[in-house]
């Protein structure tokens, strides 16, 4: 399907995601795509997760990472009721 023919027009950014296939790629994508704060905020997220998942505690990723205890909960609420994003990502890294 050609991009914007989707029902869902917001489908077409999540399957150009899924077309990318090496990290360098992505980056590019993502540097394109994002401002380096709104970058910088994934990546701090995602490191979030990671460390909240080995059982990491809050101050040790605040220090690690930078991130807010704020930006942290906001993570763990994620992770804990979200639709397991992070956990499905996580757990790929980890093959």
């Known amino acids: 399907m050609k991009p914007g023919n989707n029902i869902n ?3 077409d ?14 980056k590019k994508f993502l540097v394109d795509l994002c401002t380096r ?9 995602f490191q979030a997760a990671i460390m ?9 990723i605040m220090d690690a990472t ?14 804990n009721y979200g639709d397991g994003g992070y956990a499905t990502a996580i757990e790929r890294l980890k093959k």
């Open 9 to 11: 027009p917001s489908d």
């Open 37 to 45: 704060t709104e970058l910088s905020a994934l990546e701090q997220r």
């Open 52 to 60: 909240l998942s080995e059982g990491k505690v809050y101050t040790d």
């Open 66 to 79: 930078g991130a807010s205890s704020a930006t942290i909960s906001r993570v763990s609420r994620a992770i």
């Open 13 to 26: 950014l999540y399957r150009a995601i899924l077309t990318l296939e090496t990290v360098d790629e992505c």
